[in-house]
């Protein structure tokens, strides 16, 4: 069957009727969402394991959702994707090998939340950024990357904790944050244990991958130490569709090494070593490249990412200044190296291209809190300096070498102040808080190379030294209505310098040219959202929050009516468009033991999510905003021992169907393009806690076998071949086995 994205088929989209109920009130009520968080001083209600989150905060004015380690393990988490499948509104595209240029890499491009993704989302481990995405110069394309952000192991981590919206001032990003905490000493040197550990290995059959991991701590109440190790070997993905998959093998290895020592009972101090390292051997075939390589090509990835960090932390008995401090210093390098191999057919032999993206960064972190009477005062300050390079080589059949980077070779330096002040009084005998905050940051920029990279001095002069800042205030309303019943209400200002591989992506041939910018605007965001947490009644919890949120000044690349230099046209990137995205979450849950005696263990959980968007170009023209992803929920029925020897979980996942449309924000952007059909998925989860050593994990995907697409990855694809070689894998397990002592 070919006919599932052709718009002129008669083929009938599939319209669930999971979803159909799922969202009944979500339309009708217009807006909601799941709020977690992991603020050790507020309210939380246990939930059971096996369902999709482990912990609820029924006081937090925010949207976030924390996932543990537990459900980690259980939801058969492997990768950044697998992590959120069954958040409503936050999605994981991918970039398949060859979609954009034969060069182009794949991998995760970060993550997409509440409708806007890559860069304009925040990803950091332990509070340090993750590199870039870097978008594609060559392909006059803003929107789409070639380098991903994918250089993570879940292994690696205690819990990921995803906010939705314009971040805090305490962080940047217009769009959201996902944060990964990594494992620590503490988490295993419990109940007076000075030396704990588990080993771990498991299977994923849709991508033919084992894994094995192991973690030890040891330790006393003066000094512990952690060490982590997980290796990954695997294959590609297996599509559910016509096509055979393109071979691929890649194997990825991650190290984490933690020392903790309390100095005295007031400081305490770590060091971290972060190290994640990836390689892919890949066969791109022809039908996914142009017709300049005919045989299709063959290509290595190598990513690296090696992260150092001091910590240190300082809890005086009655300091003016401050409660607690905590002081971060890191150095994280990353690498993302590419070389594709293929015949090429002007040139009538092969052809040899490595494209590279190195970036450093070094910083500073310091944030601090302090009490004073009823204010709860936060403030901190970041310092960091991001050093960026793209080189690119080509290697001709005639023997000769073309050496031309993709982005002029660049330096910035971040500085950034925030303070939030959290004021408590009672109004009509019940909590009543409110939140001013405000973040001041300042960026400089400087490009290190551009008379080397362009072929002009007019080229050149496109790019220069240059400063930014902006100013981020932000303000929260909480309200305790009852004991059970929390509302808020927040207004965040946020803002985005584009980032280096944004602002001086270049692309310079003989006849046309593709140039950077450095007098771009800032992105900006006016984020608005409204949030009720109730729970009527005991062994009950419902969610519902509505956000409305304004962007402006949007970037892609667009052509310029005068050409820069010689070149018959040229593209550069620009603020082209704003955008505004609305929409709402509803979260359900109920514990039916808490009404049935004889279901004790029994729970059922619904999440969705629904998100609209329209963009509107300056030229005035308007459209639809293409990152917005279709509908979704999420609705889970499960079971968990009383005494937690096991459970199991039956979850079905509902998306509805969608087609891209022309999207102003998006200068190539045509609107012709496939609808992605909507799909029902059912996945079973189990454990079984053989006894207090061993564990049991497994995760069946996709049941039914159910032939579908990810909106994300496919919506704004025309190549048909890309298309079906995209397809989500069929009925597939993850299985683990874990030993602890």
Same mark, same amino acid.
């Given at each position: 069957?070919?006919?599932?994205?052709?718009?002129n088929?008669?083929?009938?989209?599939?319209?669930?009727?999971?979803?159909a109920?799922?969202l009944?009130?979500l339309?009708?009520?217009?807006?909601?969402?799941t709020?977690?968080?992991a603020? *050790?001083?507020?309210?939380?209600?246990a939930?059971?394991?096996?369902?999709?989150?482990?912990?609820?905060?029924?006081?937090v004015p925010?949207?976030?959702?924390?996932?543990?380690?537990?459900n980690? =393990?259980?939801?058969?988490?492997?990768?950044?994707?697998?992590?959120?499948?069954?958040?409503?509104?936050?999605?994981?595209?991918?970039a398949?090998?060859g979609?954009?240029?034969?060069?182009?890499?794949?991998? $995760?491009?970060?993550? &997409?939340?509440?409708?806007?993704?890559?860069?304009?989302?925040?990803?950091?481990v332990?509070?340090?950024e993750?590199a870039s995405a870097?978008?594609?110069?060559?392909?006059?394309?803003g929107?789409?990357?070639?380098?991903g952000?994918?250089?993570?192991?879940?292994?690696?981590f205690?819990?990921v904790?995803?906010?939705?919206?314009? $971040?805090n001032?305490?962080?940047?990003?217009?769009?959201?944050?996902?944060t990964f905490?990594?494992k620590?000493?503490e988490?295993?040197?419990?109940?007076g244990?000075?030396?704990?550990?588990?080993l771990?290995?498991g299977?994923s059959?849709?991508?033919?991958?084992?894994?094995t991991?192991a973690?030890?701590?040891?330790?006393n109440?003066?000094?512990k130490?952690?060490?982590?190790?997980?290796?990954?070997?695997?294959?590609?993905?297996?599509?559910?569709?016509?096509l055979s998959? %393109? @071979?691929s093998?890649?194997?990825?290895?991650?190290?984490?090494?933690?020392?903790?020592?309390?100095?005295?009972?007031?400081?305490k101090?770590g060091?971290?070593f972060?190290y994640?390292?990836?390689?892919?051997?890949?066969?791109i075939?022809?039908d996914?490249?142009?017709?300049?390589?005919?045989?299709g090509?063959?290509?290595?990835?190598?990513?690296?990412r090696?992260?150092y960090?001091?910590?240190y932390?300082?809890?005086?008995?009655?300091f003016?200044?401050?409660?607690?401090?905590?002081?971060?210093?890191?150095?994280?390098a990353?690498?993302?190296?590419n070389?594709?191999?293929?015949y090429?057919s002007t040139?009538?032999?092969?052809?040899?291209?490595?494209?590279n993206?190195t970036?450093?960064?070094y910083?500073?972190?310091?944030n601090a809190?302090?009490?004073?009477?009823?204010?709860k005062i936060?403030?901190?300050?970041s310092?960091n300096?991001?050093n960026?390079?793209r080189?690119?080589?080509?290697?001709? @059949?005639?023997?000769t070498?073309t050496?031309?980077?993709?982005?002029?070779?660049?330096?910035?330096?971040k500085?950034?102040?925030?303070?939030? =002040?959290?004021?408590q009084?009672?109004l009509?005998?019940?909590?009543?808080?409110?939140?001013?905050?405000?973040?001041?940051?300042?960026?400089?920029?400087? @490009?290190?190379?551009?008379s080397?990279?362009?072929?002009?001095?007019?080229?050149a002069?496109?790019?220069?030294k240059?400063n %930014?800042?902006?100013?981020?205030?932000?303000?929260t309303?909480?309200?305790?209505?009852?004991?059970?019943y929390?509302?808020?209400?927040k207004? %965040?200002?946020?803002?985005?310098?584009?980032?280096?591989?944004?602002?001086?992506?270049?692309?310079?041939?003989?006849?046309?040219?593709?140039l950077g910018?450095?007098?771009?605007?800032?992105?900006?965001?006016d984020a608005?959202?409204?949030?009720?947490k109730?729970?009527?009644?005991? /062994?009950?919890?419902?969610?519902?929050?509505?956000f409305?949120t304004k962007y402006?000044?949007?970037?892609?690349?667009?052509?310029l009516?005068t050409?820069?230099?010689?070149d018959?046209?040229?593209?550069?990137?620009?603020?082209v468009?704003n955008v505004?995205?609305?929409?709402?979450?509803?979260?359900?849950?109920?514990?039916i033991?808490?009404?049935?005696?004889?279901?004790d263990g029994?729970?059922?959980?619904?999440?969705?999510g629904?998100?609209?968007g329209?963009?509107?170009?300056?030229?005035g023209?308007?459209?639809?905003v293409? *990152?917005?992803?279709?509908?979704?929920?999420?609705?889970?029925?499960?079971y968990?021992?009383?005494?937690?020897?096991?459970?199991l979980?039956?979850?079905t996942?509902?998306?509805?169907?969608?087609?891209a449309s022309?999207?102003?924000?998006?200068?190539?952007?045509? /609107?012709?393009y496939?609808?992605? @059909? /909507?799909y029902v998925? &059912?996945?079973?989860?189990?454990?079984?806690?053989?006894?207090?050593?061993?564990?049991?994990n497994?995760?069946?995907?996709n049941?039914?076998?159910?032939?579908?697409?990810?909106?994300?990855?496919?919506?704004?694809?025309?190549?048909? *071949?890309?298309?079906d070689?995209?397809?989500?894998?069929g009925r597939?397990?993850?299985?683990?086995?874990?030993?602890?002592?």
């Open positions: 069957m070919r006919e599932y994205l052709n718009p088929s008669s083929v009938k989209h599939i319209k669930p009727s999971h979803l109920m799922c009944a009130i339309m009708g009520a217009g807006a909601s969402t709020v977690f968080a603020d *050790s001083n507020t309210e939380s209600t939930l059971p394991v096996i369902t999709v989150y482990a912990e609820q905060k029924n006081t925010e949207s976030v959702v924390t996932i543990d380690r537990t980690l =393990d259980r939801t058969g988490a492997t990768d950044m994707a697998s992590i959120v499948k069954y958040l409503p509104l936050v999605n994981a595209p991918k398949a090998s979609s954009g240029n034969a060069w182009d890499g794949s991998g $995760t491009t970060g993550y &997409n939340i509440r409708g806007v993704d890559a860069n304009r989302v925040g990803l950091d332990d509070g340090v993750l870097t978008p594609e110069p060559d392909g006059a394309k929107n789409s990357y070639s380098s952000r994918d250089f993570i192991d879940p292994e690696m205690s819990s904790s995803v906010v939705s919206g314009t $971040t001032p305490n962080s940047e990003g217009i769009g959201g944050r996902v905490k990594t620590s000493p988490d295993y040197l419990k109940n244990k000075q030396v704990a550990g588990t771990k290995s299977f059959s849709a991508d033919s991958a084992w894994f991991s973690t030890g701590a040891v330790g109440d003066v000094v130490g952690l060490v982590a190790y997980s290796h990954r070997d695997g294959h590609a993905i297996e599509s559910n569709g016509t998959t %393109n @071979p093998d890649w194997t990825s290895d991650a190290i984490l090494a933690k020392l903790l020592w309390n100095i005295t009972e007031n400081q101090i060091f971290t972060d994640y390292k990836k390689q892919a051997n890949n066969f075939s022809a996914l490249l142009s017709s300049l390589y005919p045989q090509a063959t290509q290595t990835i190598d990513g690296q090696n992260r960090a001091l910590d932390r300082f809890t005086p008995e009655d003016v200044l401050f409660d607690r401090l905590d002081a971060n210093a890191y150095y994280q990353t690498k993302n190296n070389r594709t191999y293929a090429y040139g009538k032999g092969y052809r040899t291209i490595y494209n993206y970036e450093d960064n910083g500073l972190l310091l809190l302090k009490q004073v009477n009823n204010h936060t403030y901190g300050l310092v300096q991001i960026s390079d080189p690119w080589q080509q290697y001709n @059949p005639n023997g070498v050496v031309q980077n993709r982005m002029v070779k660049s330096d910035t330096n500085y950034a102040l925030y303070v939030s =002040d959290t004021m009084w009672q009509a005998g019940r909590d009543f808080k409110i939140t001013p905050g405000l973040r001041y940051q300042f960026e400089k920029f400087d @490009p290190k190379n551009s080397s990279v362009l072929t002009s001095a007019a080229k002069n496109q790019l220069s240059v %930014n800042d902006y100013y981020a205030p932000s303000v309303l909480e309200y305790q209505l009852s004991p059970n929390y509302t808020y209400a207004y %965040n200002r946020g803002a985005r310098v584009p980032s280096a591989t944004e602002m001086v992506g270049t692309f310079d041939q003989t006849t046309y040219s593709i910018n450095t007098d771009l605007k800032k992105e900006t965001s608005f959202e409204i949030g009720l109730t729970t009527p009644v005991e /062994g009950i919890h419902f969610d519902v929050t509505s409305y402006k000044n949007f970037i892609d690349y667009k052509q009516e050409p820069v230099g010689t018959r046209f040229t593209y550069q990137i620009q603020n468009a505004n995205i609305w929409g709402g979450e509803v979260s359900f849950r109920a514990d033991g808490k009404f049935v005696e004889q279901a029994i729970s059922l959980a619904l999440v969705a629904t998100t609209k329209v963009s509107k170009n300056n030229s023209v308007k459209g639809g293409n *990152s917005v992803q279709p509908k979704k929920a999420s609705l889970t029925f499960a968990d021992d009383p005494a937690q020897k096991y459970g979980g039956f979850t996942t509902a998306v509805d169907s969608k087609k022309q999207d102003s924000s998006i200068v190539s952007s045509t /609107g012709s496939k609808t992605v @059909p /909507g998925v &059912n996945d079973l989860t189990a454990y079984w806690n053989a006894n207090k050593y061993m564990t049991f497994v995760a069946l995907n049941i039914f076998d159910k032939k579908y697409w990810d909106y994300a990855t496919v919506a704004t694809l025309t190549n048909t *071949s890309a298309i070689r995209a397809t989500l894998p597939n397990v993850v299985a683990s086995v874990e030993f602890k002592f």
